[in-house]
Nanobody, 123 residues
Framework: QVQLVESGGGLVQAGGSLRLSCAAS????????TGWFRQAPGKEREFVSS????????LYADSVKGRFTISRDTAKNAVYLQMNSLRPEDTARYHC????????????????WGQGTQVTVSS
């Protein structure tokens, strides 16, 4: 089992920035990749970004390319999502997820999920 805990969400004005963190514990040696997904009320869960265990491969949704940057600190078992130029449409609950089989973007490939952290972008 892998446990994931997110932090860093909050309320920010459009154009602002936030940095989300995901701390992993447990059998982290099983993790192939870690990703971020988001879900807004009434909408389906949406892939945002993911990063391989070594950090050498990254994947981004088209909607966040050029604005969001994913990174990881393997020694700390942590993954970060730097979000810049935030837009009201980025408002959602952001979940960290870990996969032992794929980089993404299919959420079905991610076996372990955190509880999420809320990001609200005001216009």
């Amino acid at each position: 089992q892998v446990q994931l805990v997110e932090s860093g969400g909050g309320l920010v004005q459009a154009g602002g920035s936030l940095r989300l963190s995901c701390a992993a514990s447990g059998r982290t040696s099983s993790v192939f990749a870690t990703g971020w997904f988001r879900q807004a009320p009434g909408k389906e869960r949406e892939f945002v970004s993911s990063i391989s265990y070594g950090g050498g491969r990254q994947l981004y949704a088209d909607s966040v390319k050029g604005r969001f940057t994913i990174s990881r600190d393997t020694a700390k078992n942590a993954v970060y999502l730097q979000m810049n130029s935030l837009r009201p449409e980025d408002t959602a609950r952001y979940h960290c997820a870990a996969s032992h089989v794929a980089l993404g973007p299919n959420p079905a490939d991610f076996a372990w999920w955190g509880q999420g952290t809320q990001v609200t972008v005001s216009s």
